[in-house]
């Protein structure tokens, strides 16, 4: 306790493969009907974040906020579909941007990771500071991950307005989760992804010549090439296996003491058996632990709906379990 049993989602029939459940959702969602209000956060050390609201008449009791996965933003499908899904139900909603994902090079040389609690922190003082008494956190895959781990960090401490969190397609283990996209059968994902990244260095290089070096780029092909040359040093870790040991958010599970569902699929093709903690679910209190047998990685579509399954199970665990 608390396993979640019998988990309620039922993939499509024509999604027949891990794949297809991951990219399918991606290629061909389109969330209508929500307009984002940006704010801009400026941060202590010179650099700043994007916030994407959609607020209504809330009079700022209730929100939900939303962090991306590796080189997402609120753009992403599936940040408009929750943001929206909650906003219709009489939530105000805030999908932010990690430093250097709102379309913005960020200020400085470093950008964000897996384990770069401290921004989300500062998103969550934001808005308490603007009167919201009640906050969850939603958070996908990398999103999920950082909110995990800044909730264990927490603790008791954690800000009383946080009520608490809903998180999908989460690599807990973060070594295991490079290992299996650094493996076979996973390089679309680990193209896609480097390729990105390699792009937004470029770009940055141009603004810290002497603090990014891309002479070797294109021979970066692998995580663990990429966060030994360029994630470690830019954020002050030893090397990639430092960085991994020290990011992940598996060892602070048992630490969170807010309601907060984890939900990772069975078949999701990032994830490896580390990254279903059932053990540490089972002990918890708080930490609910839900294995849907199909999914993918942030998929869950469901056939003639235009909401995602992950927007309905959210806002049933934030009503049922947290009770807001």
Known sequence: MPLVENSSYRPSWFLFSRHLETIVPSLLRKVKGSSYRRT?????????????????????????????????????????????????????????????????????????????????GFVVDEAARLGYKNIVLVGFSMGGSFGLKFLGEKGREIQSEVKGSVNFSVPCDLAAGGRILDGPGNGFYRRRFIGKLRKKLIAKSKLFPGAIDISDIGSVRTFDVFNNVYTAPLHGFRNSDDFYSSSSSLPYLSNIRVPSLLVNAANDPMLTPECFPVQIAKDSQYLYLEIPKRGGHVGFSMRGKDENWMEVRAFEFVTQVIGL
């Open 40 to 120: 801009r956060l400026e941060l202590l050390d010179g650099d700043f974040l994007d916030l994407d609201w959609l607020t209504g008449e809330n009079k700022r009791e209730k929100l939900v906020i939303i962090s991306h996965g590796l080189e997402g933003s609120s753009t992403r499908q599936y940040s408009r579909g929750m943001a929206k899904y909650f906003y219709e139900r009489s939530w105000d909603a805030l999908a932010w941007n990690c430093r250097s994902c709102s379309g913005e090079i960020n200020r400085l040389a470093r950008f964000y990771h897996h384990g770069d609690t401290a921004d989300l």
